[in-house]
């Protein structure tokens, strides 16, 4: 089936539920079967019942069978969520009951915490070195001065050493220490010790030999278990994987793994408003049991162990950051095929342009929040 309309008669018959879906669509200025790079082209009759019944769900995995094509979907995207349209389609009760559960089960516990890492951060080191810089930053680059994905993620990590203050012998705690690009860079640049905490085995395994030779240890390892005293401790991309029912915990530990007179750097993924939502598709294929924090998640959690220095909102870098990955695992598609299906095609380009999407309409966030345990005399002055 290649058409959203039957002949009958020599008249096209409209589907069900299609009225509504251009009706929705309109309100965005986005054509069914239109010429412009943003319209979709629908290629499946049962699309339209499909999103009516299973919402976001829908949505993307009817991309990923080939029911729908969109030219430029991180447009597409941006589009629909800047005209709101993400709350006008349906919440199937599965997904109402999982926020609801959300708020008496602890979703990220240590029982469940390695789920994401084997559901996605083990997907394959060749997949992210394919799609990631030199250094494998999978978080927002900084383009302030930069115009290459490179150099927008080396001036990140200086962004963040500079921010903490590095000296050499320093001790920093890398909490979610992914490839061990920070870890590398601090340590080869700042002259300072570094640990870092993973739960992902092939993390663990690169980052090893990214820093070998290094004064650097990784260890496979829940930040719950941690217990040292560092001099500066970074979290870059992780704290969106904690979860709501652990932010206060989280802090608490952070802090005890802290000297008194360190300062605490946190890199997230931030959202507008304070809930539990998490969209079903993302949660399903992308990343399992993640929550994204939002302002006043982060302010009631740190309270009672942080003063906050710094607030640091560079989210509409991350627009950037997802298209050059986006071009860079397409161009690595030929090479990768090999390992992935062309669904996982398709759903790794949907993912990365939803997000683009997202952060373009300024949906969500990227904010860098710096912390002190007692506060700093006389202040501090941030590096931009």
């Given at each position: ?153 080396e001036a990140k990590l200086k962004l963040i050493c500079d921010k903490l203050a590095l000296q050499p012998g320093m001790h920093l705690l890398d909490v979610g220490c992914g490839w061990g690009g920070l870890a590398e860079y601090a340590a080869r640049h700042y002259g300072v010790r570094v640990t870092g905490i993973t739960i992902s085995e092939q993390q663990q395994r690169l980052a090893r030999e990214r ?174």
């Open positions: 089936m290649n058409s959203s309309c039957l002949e009958n008669e020599g008249r096209a018959v409209r589907q069900p539920g299609q009225a509504v879906i251009e009706e929705l669509l309109s309100a965005a200025d986005i054509a069914v079967n239109g010429s412009r790079p943003f319209d979709i082209q629908v290629k499946h009759p049962q699309f339209y019942r499909r999103v009516l019944q299973q919402g976001s769900l829908g949505l993307g995995e009817s991309y990923m069978d080939g029911w729908w094509e969109c030219e430029r979907l991180d447009i597409f995207f941006q589009r629909t969520l800047r005209a709101g349209l993400e709350h006008r389609l349906p919440r199937r009760w599965r997904d109402i009951l999982y926020v609801l559960a959300a708020r008496v089960v602890n979703y990220q516990s240590l029982r469940r915490a390695r789920r994401v890492g084997e559901h996605h951060y083990d997907l394959g080191n060749d997949l992210f070195a394919a799609m990631l810089d030199p250094y494998m930053q999978y978080s927002c680059g900084y383009w302030k001065d930069a115009d290459t994905l490179e150099a927008a993620q820093c070998a030779g290094l004064d650097v240890e990784i260890l496979l390892q829940d930040y719950r278990h941690l217990q040292l005293r560092a001099d500066r401790i970074a979290s870059v991309g992780m704290f969106e994987h904690v979860g709501p029912r652990n932010y206060r915990a989280y802090f608490e530990t952070i802090a005890r793994n802290l000297k008194p007179d360190g300062l605490f750097l946190l890199h997230t993924i931030g959202a507008k408003v304070t809930d539990m939502w998490v969209d079903p598709w993302i949660e399903k294929y992308i990343f399992p049991n993640g929550c994204l924090p939002s302002a006043i998640h982060i302010a009631e959690a740190c309270s009672a162990y942080w003063l906050m220095e710094d607030w640091h909102n560079f989210g509409a870098d991350y627009d950037l950051t997802l298209m050059a990955w986006l071009q860079r695992f397409q161009q690595a598609w030929p090479q990768l095929s090999a390992h992935y299906s062309p669904r996982f095609y398709r759903m790794f380009c949907y993912y990365l342009n939803v997000c683009a999407g997202a952060f373009r309409a300024r949906d969500i966030q990227l904010w860098q929040v710096l912390f002190s345990r007692q506060g700093i005399e006389g202040g501090l002055r941030v590096a931009r």
